[in-house]
């Protein structure tokens, strides 16, 4: 088993276990399919694509089913993913591509008009869409067997990574990640969330945005909790996914909690498992906080930076 292979341990724990379901389309995946999925396509990519130790890899896309499955990949084969910002102009994506020095880039068909004018995507030499992935996958899931991936050589120092954040000044700066980063976040999330394999959480955050991975997401996969995929953030959908899915645990940002607590449905809700709510991004004024806490819903403030992961 590789040290940093998340997919295949739960695989062997908790193999019929849902890892990961799309609300859009309710494609649900366990352990053992997300870690066949995995070693399927970290194969192709491998011996068909010529993808090793340490190729970028761009994606242009919210998080789906596929994008936790790169995930898997990068874990396995050593490759790093680069989450491109979908709500970025052309110009600033011809930049990120260029800079990152990518291999491939897999996308949402959406998303080409952004950037099938650029140079640098024109000079990309493995091109994809979400749509093909998918396919791939499907007919994976669809097989008997799926022949074990050969190990690679995964050292902890080793990047995972690369999300660009903007300062100040100047252009974009890639932010580097590494196998060890996101192992001990994952360790100091839990210590101080109190995560386990119960958990339950919905993510309709951007991957291009640390919170999106390492508040709970990561954490979720490495310790087999279980994870709704939400594209967007919608106030009265995701209160009433909250409730359905009985969900222990989420992340979001003031805003996000402003707009639910002002919903009509906020008062219909139970939300009776929940534990409390990470926020970060700002501050939280307190009235807010005060309402929530009259819900049953605690609050905990967190801090992080993209550039230390979080």
């Not at 499907?138 to 999300?163: G, H, M, S, W, Y």
Request: hydrophobic residues 45%.
């Amino acid at each position: 088993m590789i040290a940093f292979d998340w997919f295949e341990k739960w695989a062997r724990y908790s193999p019929l276990k849902i890892a990961f379901r799309e609300f859009e389309t309710e494609r649900g995946y366990s352990f053992f399919q997300f870690n066949k999925m995995g070693n399927n396509l970290a194969r192709l990519l491998r011996d068909e694509h010529g993808f090793g130790h340490g190729d970028r890899l761009a994606i242009l896309s919210e998080y789906n089913i596929e994008y936790i499955v790169l995930f898997a990949v990068a874990q396995k084969l050593g490759i790093v993913l680069v989450p491109l910002n979908y709500r970025l102009a052309s110009g600033e994506l011809e930049y990120i591509i260029g800079n990152a020095e990518v291999k491939g880039i897999v996308y949402d068909e959406k998303y080409l008009d952004r950037i099938k004018n650029l140079k640098s995507f024109g000079e990309i030499p493995y091109q994809v869409t979400m749509d093909e992935l998918q396919g791939i996958n499907d007919r994976c899931v669809a097989q008997k067997d799926v022949p074990p991936l050969v190990n690679e050589t995964i050292l902890e120092d080793d990047p995972v990574f690369i999300l660009y954040t903007s300062g100040t000044t100047a252009f974009p700066k890639g932010a580097l990640y590494t196998h060890r980063m996101l192992f001990w976040n994952s360790i100091n999330t839990q210590l101080r969330l109190d995560i386990t394999s119960a958990d339950v959480s919905l993510n309709c955050a951007p991957p291009f945005h640390t919170g999106g991975w390492n508040v709970l997401l990561a954490p979720f996969i490495h310790h087999g909790a279980y994870t709704l995929l939400m594209r967007s953030f919608d106030p009265d959908l995701v209160l009433e996914m909250l409730d359905l899915e009985r969900a222990t645990v989420w992340w979001a940002v003031p805003t996000m909690l402003k707009m639910m607590a002002d919903s009509p449905i906020f008062e219909k809700v139970a939300l009776s498992r929940l534990r409390y709510f990470v926020v970060g991004g700002e501050s939280m004024p307190i009235p807010l906080i005060e309402k929530w806490h009259k819900k049953g819903v605690l609050i905990r403030q967190g801090y992080g930076l993209t550039e230390v992961g979080p």
